[in-house]
């Protein structure tokens, strides 16, 4: 069983940066591809980053190119979502998410990851 654990979240002003950290124990930290998601309230969860197992290669979601950076450490079994220029509509919960052990791709579809951690409530006011 993995366990993915969010932590980083909280409330800033618009402008403001974030650093986003996921944890996980339970297996081999490097051994898949993993993911940033978020959802807003009444709206659908968004792809946000993804980084491969070696984190040579990542992907961003249209909405945060520019912006937030993803990265991992497998060494601390952390990945990490630098957040810059935040702004409101960036408001959700984050949720961190690992593909299931040998799947190296990158991917944007949720449906993709088997591994999910329980979130972290980014809010930026304006």
């Known amino acids: 069983q993995v366990q993915l654990v969010e932590s980083g979240g909280g409330l800033v002003q618009a402008g403001a940066s974030l650093r986003l950290s996921c944890t996980a124990s339970g297996r081999t930290f490097s051994s898949s591809a993993m993911g940033w998601f978020r959802q807003a309230p009444g709206k659908e969860r968004e792809f946000v980053a993804a980084?491969?197992?070696?984190?040579?290669?990542?992907d961003y979601g249209d909405s945060v190119k520019g912006r937030f950076t993803i990265s991992r450490d497998n060494a601390k079994n952390t990945m990490y979502l630098q957040m810059n220029s935040l702004k409101p509509e960036d408001t959700a919960v984050y949720y961190c998410?690992?593909?299931?052990?040998?799947?190296?791709?990158?991917?944007?579809?949720?449906?993709?990851?088997?591994?999910w951690g329980q979130g972290t409530q980014v809010t930026v006011s304006s």
């Open positions: 998410a690992a593909r299931p052990t040998g799947y190296t791709g990158i991917t944007s579809r949720a449906t993709e990851y088997h591994y």
């Open positions: 980084i491969s197992r070696t984190g040579a290669s990542t």
